[in-house]
């Protein structure tokens, strides 16, 4: 399948926040195209925040986000939904309806006012339950299943909606790490075989460092650092953004950088030289 | 595509067998809709065979049953037709919307709004019907205008909110009715407790026009927005990305419903129970297959009918049909208790 | 926890403020008495006048209104720790209701008519409708204060209703009527005092002896039970004596709403949190809201009276949308 031509998403000194605090100041960005991203940093840092606005849930009290050079704001509702899609943190469970039907909305921004499924809509939902491995439990009711596969529902229905760019916000925490892996995994599948843009924030550094192909680094509300895994992942870095010592190793498996925290109790073995503090 | 083809197979069957237990559903509620209607028509004091009552319907001068059911049985009826559906449909869209089948607009005030703008009108002004229908419209519009302005903390709407504010409005409301039939005078006092339970009672066809007008406009509308509520009910981050214009669906929906149960309530009085009982009954009976709005207008019909019929004919006293929806509605609300407590939705 | 700052002059103010009612209360009313009546009817047991006869009763009345105010205050702080929710009080969460459906369902159908029946029905109905709506607080999960209110809020609406079906057929009682669909202290005599005091006492007396423990409740269950207090007993305890307060008051004086709510919150802004202190000054803040309610209906509503019970509801109300705009409320 051919790689689809990447949108663009830029924020351009944004600042945003809700409920009348300004939670992102001065914020400067480029989503890199047909790429995987993650945004990391510690609690409360603004990181939800950023792709919120960033999807259009929030918009920023200054500074402008462009789509493709146009103001995201001037794109029409459904036209942006085609595009853009986001997987909040904790969507909510309707009782009684099935898979098969959960995943079925992830079509209304191509939807007509009237009328049922087309044929697209039938296939898109048959493709996206397909890769996501949920076909068998497509007549089970979402609030009936486990965690893992609940959060393989949303991810389905999200890839139902066709969008080029996805953002996701925290899809694995609360999932066993066979289920975090295996959504990472699944991820990856999309962007190397489909060219879909991924943002996503996730609160596990080294499994960000291993999946991600570009990485922003959040503390307070601004952007401390962005590039790519190893250019983020560094001891002064990771010092700045979460007050960790730590030293950083190559991880054996996917050669990505992976942070070994310093504590009180465990300080640094002269012996390794496998260690690069 | 083919090698998606099974796929679709599975999930083309999966959804035709929900939508066939939804429209089964409905199908059903609307046989039992007209049923009732019919039973409305031809019992009373004197029970009229069918053919009469058709006869009657068509306008032909029928011995006895021309009056009793051109003038007194088909007013009655349509408006227990047409307030159940008002009720059922606006009660629905309050659950869907406020995320919780307890909030509803009797327990947010706006039918408690209505009724005291009404009461009011009747024990103080002293006005004629018209004035108190128009009263009872206006106060309920206001109500919801000003529950909704005051969720408001800076620019931040919450539903958590509004359905505080709305409890407090009830209260008040409430202690408003309570406190006019204080002061009402004798005579005023049969048409002010009217508007404490709802009845059926003494409604004639001219105060039909309004509310007729309103359901046919408004619940078809509701109907039409099945998909955006269905959005909707995922939260509004997930409704949002998916493209829904979230205040101006959320605007549309509660003003269509606080005009449709404003206007019920100022035509029958706010019959207790229908607005809170018919979404979820509904939502059991159709399942998760298909929207449950006109399924919940259709029970609230049934409900307001048959409350009707029990409280003129099943006992040796009449009552209004408040008063049955109104014991209906307590033992319900307590099952559904226990089943959202059990769901983990309390 | 030490005392909280200006206990004292708050202290005091509370005293004053109640001396103040309460002469506010005797002096104030249809008509308003003079010096010489008052003097007659405090200190002149043999004095005949009408007016000494008015003041004699409003003594009683005062009294009576007191107790109720204290009662509904300390419910109200009670249901609020053992629910760890803001706006829990009897009225809201449809406490008083359900007390007044079952004393109506009991005059109706079973012809009550003793003290004694009364309040054993209107207890009979608090605790089951608080069973039921204090369930879901714990048994809920995820349950946040406002599903705990709405439950409340339904479940007043419903029984109300049925309160409502009770009494219409039967309305030409309007007296009656009224007074269960609203309270009122003006039936408050002596007698009515003197049923009510040991419960009164009873009741307060636990919630001072239970306002340690609450205090360790409120870190929540877990850091509670790991200080030790067994958090089940705690609950149950203070749930009764909430129960208890409210389900008297609502026998002797019908269903009153708010009054829980605007004394709880009004100490716990000048005093803090410390259920130790929050207790008998809810009683007496409750005492001073509930009276000044009172005085304020009898005298709006000349010459008859407007219940105290929709006063507190004028009151209560904004204080509720003043509560609900301030706190960050947790999205459903």
């Known amino acids: ?277 | 595509m083919n090698q998606y083809s099974k796929t679709v197979t599975v999930i083309k069957k999966v959804r035709s067998m929900r939508k066939r237990r939804g429209y089964l559903a409905a199908g059903i509620l609307a046989a039992l809709v007209l049923a009732l209607c019919c039973a409305m028509l031809m019992l009373g004091s004197t029970i009229y065979p069918v053919k009469d009552v058709i006869r009657a319907l068509l306008g032909e001068q029928v011995q006895g049953a021309s009056f009793a059911v051109g003038t007194i049985r088909l007013p009655r009826m349509l408006a227990g037709l047409l307030a159940g559906l008002a009720f059922g449909i606006g009660g629905a869209v309050f659950q869907t919307m406020l995320r919780n089948p307890l909030a509803n607009p009797n327990v947010i005030g706006i039918t408690a709004g209505s009724s005291a703008a009404a009461v009011f009108c009747i024990v103080i002004l002293h006005a004629g019907r018209s004035v108190v229908t128009l009263a009872a419209i206006a106060a309920g519009l206001a109500a919801a205008l000003f529950i909704y302005l005051l969720s408001f903390r800076g620019k931040s709407f919450s539903i958590g909110r509004m359905i505080i504010v709305g409890i407090a409005i009830q209260a008040v409301c409430h202690s408003v009715i309570l406190y006019m039939m204080l002061i009402a005078r004798v005579s005023d006092i049969p048409a002010a407790l009217r508007w404490l339970e709802g009845s059926l009672n003494g409604v004639q066809m001219a105060d039909l026009r309004l509310l007729s007008i309103a359901v046919l406009v408004l619940a078809p509308a509701a109907i039409f927005m099945s998909r955006h509520l269905a959005m909707l009910e995922l939260g509004d981050q997930a409704a949002a990305s998916l493209g829904v214009h979230i205040d101006r669906t959320r605007i549309v929906l509660i003003v269509s419903a606080v005009i449709l149960v404003a206007v019920a309530t100022s035509v029958t009085g706010p019959i207790a129970a229908v607005a809170f009982l018919s979404g979820p009954i509904a939502k059991r009976l159709v399942g998760g297959g298909m929207s449950a709005i006109l399924p919940a207008g259709l029970v609230g019909a049934s409900l307001v009918l048959t409350a009707d019929l029990i409280g003129q004919f099943a006992f040796p006293v009449r009552y209004p049909v408040g008063i049955i929806t109104g014991i209906i509605g307590a033992p319900y609300l307590i099952y559904l208790l226990i089943r959202l407590n059990r769901r983990g939705e309390l | 926890m030490t005392r909280p700052k200006h206990f004292t002059k708050i202290l005091t103010l509370g005293i004053l403020l109640i001396v103040l009612c309460a002469a506010a209360s005797i002096v104030f009313g249809s008509r308003p008495s003079t010096m010489q009546e008052v003097l007659d009817g405090l200190f002149r047991p043999e004095a005949d006048s009408y007016g000494a006869h008015v003041v004699r009763q409003r003594v009683s009345r005062t009294v009576f209104g007191f107790f109720c105010g204290a009662a509904l205050g300390v419910s109200g702080a009670l249901m609020q720790s053992v629910t760890r929710n803001p706006l829990a009080d009897p009225g809201i969460l449809g406490v008083n209701t359900g007390a007044a459906l079952f004393v109506v369902s009991g005059i109706a159908f079973l012809n009550i008519s003793t003290a004694g029946e009364y309040i054993g029905l209107a207890l009979l109905g608090s605790s089951i409708t608080a069973i039921v709506v204090f369930g879901i607080s714990f048994l809920g999960r995820g349950s946040t204060p406002i599903k705990l209110v709405l439950a409340g809020a339904a479940t007043g609406v419903a029984l109300s209703s049925l309160v409502t079906a009770i009494l219409l057929p039967r309305s030409y009682v309007m007296e009656t009527f009224r007074f269960w669909q609203v309270g009122s202290v003006g039936a408050g005599d002596w007698q009515a005092v003197a049923i009510f005091l040991p419960f009164l006492l009873v009741g307060i007396g636990t919630a001072v002896a239970m306002a340690p423990a609450l205090n360790a409740l409120a870190l929540g269950d877990e850091a509670a039970q790991g200080l030790g207090a067994r958090t089940g007993l705690i609950r149950l305890v203070s749930a009764a004596a909430g129960v208890l307060l409210c389900g008297v008051t609502t026998a002797l004086a019908g269903p009153i709403g708010f009054v829980g709510l605007l004394a709880t919150h009004v100490v716990r802004l000048l005093l803090g949190p410390d259920i130790r202190y929050l207790i008998p000054m809810s009683a007496l803040a409750g005492a001073v809201v509930l009276t000044v309610s009172d005085v304020c209906g009898r005298l709006i509503g000349r010459p008859g009276e407007l219940e105290v019970g929709i006063i507190t509801a004028f009151i209560g109300a904004p204080l509720l949308i003043a509560l609900a705009k301030n706190m960050k409320v947790r999205s459903l």
């Open chain 1, 1 to 277: 399948m051919a790689m689809a031509p990447a949108h663009t998403l830029a924020a351009d000194r944004i600042a945003a926040g809700y409920d009348g605090r300004v939670i992102l100041q001065d914020i400067s960005l480029e989503i890199p195209g047909n790429k995987i991203s993650v945004i990391i940093g510690s609690n409360a840092c603004g990181k939800s925040t950023l792709l919120k606005t960033l999807a259009r849930l929030i918009k920023p009290v200054s500074g402008t986000i462009t789509l493709d050079g146009r103001p995201i704001h001037s794109i029409p509702s459904k036209q942006l939904a085609r595009i853009v899609g986001l997987l909040p943190q904790s969507p909510i469970v309707p009782e009684g309806i099935s898979v098969a039907d959960l995943v079925g909305r992830g079509r209304f921004p191509h939807q007509k006012l009237f009328g049922g499924w087309s044929k697209k809509d039938y296939e898109a939902v048959a493709e996206a339950m397909d890769m996501m491995n949920i076909t068998e439990l497509a007549n089970a009711n979402i609030d009936e299943l486990s965690g893992g596969q609940r959060q393989r529902v949303w991810i389905a229905m999200a890839l139902a909606q066709q969008t080029d760019i996805l953002f996701l916000d925290e899809p694995t925490t609360f999932l066993d790490i066979t289920y975090q892996v295996e959504i990472l995994d699944l991820l990856t599948d999309l962007n190397r075989t489909f060219g879909k843009t991924i943002v996503m924030v996730l609160h596990d550094i080294n499994l960000a460092a291993r999946y991600a192909d570009y990485m922003f680094a959040m503390k307070n509300g601004r952007l401390v650092a962005q590039g790519t895994p190893s250019q983020v992942i560094t001891r002064e870095i990771v010092k700045e953004v979460f007050g960790l010592e730590c030293a950083v190793i190559t991880d054996p498996v996917s050669a990505s950088p992976s942070v070994v925290p310093i504590g009180r109790h465990h300080a640094l073995h002269p012996v390794s030289t496998a260690m690069t503090p």
